[in-house]
């Protein structure tokens, strides 16, 4: 068990940086830095007031120190090159790939006048240090996020130069090294862009308020509020994984982070009480995956839809949140058919946690979190603000914590409370910066491509794209899915989305709209947001699915295949709100009527995961399955069924009595079933 937890726990320490055993003053060095960056955030969201391209700049320049001076440049060198991949130490390369890469990309701050000025006709110095942040930033996001992104800003890279020798039908005329530097390195159309913009001004203080929990131990509260609400019901253990999982998903745009949290304390609970290990595995990572998509932070990706939408961030909660929870509520669904199927008990009373003694003992926790949603959700401001002032608010948490526990022990120490508060916050804010490297170099990576696609390119890729649909909607949707699938195999969801909306998100909406079928950008962004989360656990590459297995001690392809098919009911959805808008809320500004979309959405959900799974009250028979999928279909989309019955749009809603009477029609013929049976 312990050389599998290992293995999660180096999974996680990859995707944050944490490779190397650092000597005492490297470590004090890294820290250092990781508390300056923070420090460096969190002003800048109360008094400092600095350019957006410079914010961005020092934004990415702290990553890369970080990452150059914690990752090596291979895990599992030849010998002739052990010297280089030393985990140990930071050898003297890679100090100066750190110092480089800094002023590299710093460079854009430095002389933000001169390149103004020279704009488009850059000297020699701009080339220099354009070429050197290119070649930096792409090495340092390999040796974080692994080989996929790199290449693909390689391949685009090449495409740009190489355009005018395609063949015709891929023909592009190409740009030259100036114009391309310009374009990527010395402006904001490329590495500084929108989603490193983002990444600076946003995401940061939210994956710092998440770290920050973390240390504090919200996680451990998490699990055992669930377990103590939800341990004794059937497949109990699996229930309370899925909460604990939504509930750190709120603060969490990992989902390694989310099973290396939760999965330590569920996954042997669920094996405890019967769940096979492979099931009990995917189960965490269909959990820990879905985390992104709860409102109201949804990771970092949700706040660049929000940039490219163009709408207040709210916005896209409002639109992700019916999604979200129907998404959850059938995976809630799955492990009741798991464990009904596999006549699975929950745990007993003494071997769950008190409620009221726990929720006594980490109440607190809830108090930064309840303040963000209400700042973002009710006093509507700005996602950073709201971040600030949650993070200052659970600063103020943490030191009343270390206080309570110095009067709970008897020693009544405040030097003791004040050092273990500081402790605690220091941890916090190193997490935080850790955390970010991979999110930060992701970002700015996918802007070399965003950046290309702006050349010209763009409308290569759309007649691509059309060719390969042939006009058809729904092959392009395909298309798009398995697209973001496959990318997302190699790189983390919020670069998967960047790539994919920039290249597939307008063709969506204007194919749709050349064949009378509107279709919001909303939609297209949230479509591939969806896909990019669901490659997490795809196999055979999916990260979360190794980090789960470790844990659980079960085969990680089958685990990926596994949670794969339990995010089946996941996949649809994407297709559905894409057909029917109502799901995303979008015009809907009713909440009875709000409430009734995501109700019957709810129904659609359970219907689709009874099919696949291949129960419901007992085991489906063979004409159960399509029958179920038409009611799901129905209540996922009404409309329909209006022409076929020759009905008007007034009478969309009405058809939910149909999809529901469908539905009633296979719970009566179960029960009738399951009562002969027991004869």
């Not at 850059?122 to 290449?151: C, K, Q, Y």
């Not at 798009?480 to 790189?491: E, F, P, Y």
């Not at 050349?514 to 795809?538: E, K, N, R, V, W």
Request: some cysteine; charged content about 15%.
């Amino acid at each position: 068990m312990a050389r599998h937890m290992k293995t999660a726990e180096e999974i996680l320490k990859e995707e944050t940086g944490e490779v190397r055993s650092l000597r005492p003053f490297e470590s004090y060095l890294v820290s250092i830095i990781a508390i300056a960056w923070a420090l460096f955030q969190l002003s800048l969201a109360s008094f400092l007031i600095i350019d957006g391209t410079k914010t961005r700049a020092i934004h990415l320049a702290f990553a890369m120190a970080i990452l150059f001076l914690s990752m090596p440049i291979v895990k599992r060198p030849p010998k002739f090159l052990e010297y280089f991949a030393s985990v140990d130490k930071v050898p003297i390369n890679d100090y100066i790939f750190a110092i480089v890469g800094a002023c590299a990309a710093l460079y854009i701050a430095v002389d933000a006048t001169g390149l103004a000025y020279r704009a488009g006709f850059p000297i020699t110095r701009d080339i220099v240090f354009g070429f050197a942040t290119v070649i930096l930033l792409l090495e340092a996001t390999r040796r974080s996020i692994g080989p996929a992104l790199t290449i693909i800003a390689l391949f685009f890279t090449a495409y740009a130069f190489l355009g005018p020798h395609m063949p015709a039908f891929m023909a592009f005329k190409g740009v030259s090294l100036n114009k391309y530097l310009n374009q990527i390195s010395l402006s904001t159309e490329g590495i500084y862009g929108i989603p490193l913009g983002v990444s600076a001004s946003i995401v940061y203080l939210f994956v710092l308020l998440g770290s920050m929990l973390d240390k504090a131990g919200a996680g451990k509260f998490f699990i055992d509020m669930s377990l103590s609400l939800l341990g004794r019901f059937k497949g109990g253990p699996a229930k309370a994984a899925i909460v604990a999982s939504g509930l750190t998903g709120l603060v969490s745009g990992s989902s390694i982070a989310n099973i290396v949290t939760t999965g330590t304390f569920t996954i042997p609970l669920m094996k405890k009480v019967g769940y096979p290990a492979t099931k009990a595995a995917a189960t965490e990572v269909a959990a820990s995956t879905d985390g992104q998509l709860m409102p109201p932070i949804m990771g970092a990706a949700a706040f660049i839809i929000a940039e490219y939408v163009n709408v207040p961030y709210i916005e896209v909660v409002k639109a992700a949140a019916v999604p979200a929870f129907v998404s959850y509520f059938a995976l809630f669904y799955v492990t009741h058919l798991e464990a009904s199927k596999l006549g699975m008990r929950g745990l007993t009373k003494e071997e769950c946690p008190k409620f009221f003694e726990t929720l006594k003992n980490g109440i607190h926790y809830l108090i930064p979190i309840c303040t963000l949603v209400y700042e973002l959700v009710v006093a509507r401001h700005s996602p950073e603000k709201a971040a600030y002032n949650a993070v200052l608010i659970l600063a103020v948490i943490i030191v009343y914590q270390e206080i309570k526990k110095q009067f709970v022990s008897g020693e009544k120490d405040f030097k003791v409370a004040a050092k273990n508060s500081v402790k605690v916050i220091t941890q916090g804010l190193i997490g935080g910066s850790r955390n970010m490297v991979s999110v930060a170099l992701a970002t700015a990576s996918a802007g070399i491509i965003v950046g290309v696609v702006g050349m010209g390119i763009g409308g290569m890729i759309t007649q691509i794209v059309e060719t390969l649909a042939n006009g058809n909607i729904f092959l392009l949707l395909l298309i798009t899915a398995i697209a973001s699938l496959l990318l997302g195999m190699g790189l983390p969801t919020t670069a998967t989305y960047i790539v994919m909306a920039s290249l597939t998100a307008p063709i969506i909406v204007n194919l749709g709209a050349s064949y009378g079928f509107f279709i919001p950008l909303m939609a297209a962004h949230l479509f591939c947001f969806y896909f990019g989360i669901l490659a997490d656990d795809t196999p055979p590459v999916g990260l979360a699915s190794y980090a789960a297995a470790a844990i659980a001690d079960s085969p990680p392809i089958a685990t990926g295949i596994q949670g794969f098919l339990y995010d089946l009911r996941t996949a649809v959805i994407p297709f559905m709100f894409v057909f029917n808008t109502d799901l995303i809320l979008h015009e809907i500004n009713s909440w009875p009527l709000g409430i009734l979309i995501f109700v019957m959405a709810c129904f659609a959900a359970f219907a689709f995961t009874a099919a696949i799974q291949g129960w419901f009250i007992i085991k489906t028979s063979f004409w159960e399955i399509p029958l179920l999928l038409v009611t799901a279909f129905v209540l996922f989309r009404p409309g329909t069924l209006l022409p076929i019955l020759g009905l008007g749009p007034d009478m969309k809603y009405y058809m939910y009595i149909i999809g529901m009477g469908f539905f009633g029609l296979i719970i009566l013929e179960q029960m009738f079933r399951a009562k002969l049976a027991k004869k």
